[in-house]
């Protein structure tokens, strides 16, 4: 059965998932790469990289992945739906290889990308956008890749299968909370928790 | 030398280290126990509880200490302060054993309970309220033993040592957040973390 997925996200402490302000230089704000040195120092990014428990929940990402699902805040920093070239972060051959739909207010043409991605827009409700996304997905699993609002409102929406939250120990005070409107959400999960010697904390919630 | 020390302190998945709202039946509002199941487990609250690694934690609570400074909402619920008689929720042998510093601003002669525990009460800083608390601790560290406004506040002031936080993998939703204003507080500490077969994870901040 195909499932919604969610990995790798990562949160501070204070359970921010991005800091402030976001811009084309900052996708993560104030945040720069410190929610993800966990997993640029694993093969999963960088071919030199540790092979232990960070990369073994990393490389979960693409496994079995059929789509993607995520936020105007992913695709672009914030105007981007005024700039027509605008293609996403990732260059001519973006990392999702899957049909990849992004929720925006402001829908346009689809883009076909290097390496079998295409961005699809959509401005449906996470519902609406799961179906059509698992439709394209083929049988495969859909990840919802983000940003923390999105997250946010599939977990709210019931809509989550299995997540993969990595908790990084810094305390970011500032930008967008992953949790907020979520409470009691754990009830609906087995939550595992596990530390990683890199001072990361994985927790994988699977749906009950 | 005498140390600056807190043990024990657990919050949810969301920062909360309580609920809302405290009311004399609810301490720790609508968290209930949650926060501290994982430490009644042990033999550390209960004779028949576990002596793994939630045990080796909790228990630390008490090494060396020579008096604690609490925050007025720890010491007892909203308008305790108009209550003569209230001499807090622990009973006539609170769990301190040691002179205990009640931060209020409305201060009130010491009383003193049972097993050696005094509650004394100070309107004043938090630094001076350790210069205070450390002569009465007699070269033993001070604990500072919460609620979270009053350790946000320490922490804030750069006067702890050691921290020692209990996450559990829980989403309150609401009530008094740990980490508000602490923006990169960690920058002052080695963190190491550990995840128990309970579901919680230990944090300790040590001070560089």
Not at 61 to 89: C, L, R
């Amino acid at each position: 059965m195909s499932r919604t997925r969610i990995h790798n996200f990562a949160i501070s402490l204070d359970g921010f998932a991005t800091g402030e302000p976001q811009t084309l230089e900052t996708p993560f704000g104030h945040a720069g790469r410190r929610l993800h040195n966990w997993m640029m120092a694993t093969r999963f990014w960088d071919p030199a990289g540790s092979t232990g428990i960070d990369y073994a929940f990393a490389q979960r990402n693409n496994e079995g992945i059929g789509a993607e699902i995520m936020g105007a805040n992913k695709f672009g920093p914030p105007g981007w739906q005024d700039d027509p070239d605008w293609k996403g972060w990732w260059g001519e051959n973006p990392p999702f290889h899957t049909p990849t739909f992004v929720l925006t207010h402001h829908p346009r043409p689809a883009i076909e990308m290097d390496g079998d991605t295409t961005f699809h827009f959509l401005a449906t409700t996470p519902g609406a956008a799961l179906e059509i996304a698992r439709a394209a997905a083929d049988g495969l699993d859909v990840r919802i890749g983000g940003g923390p609002s999105v997250v946010r409102d599939f977990l709210a929406a019931g809509l989550v299968d299995l997540m993969h939250i990595v908790v990084v120990p810094i305390v970011l005070g500032r930008g967008v909370r992953l949790w907020d409107g979520l409470e009691g959400i754990e009830a609906g999960y087995d939550v595992e928790v596990v530390a990683s010697p890199s001072g990361v904390t994985h927790l994988t919630f699977t749906r009950k």
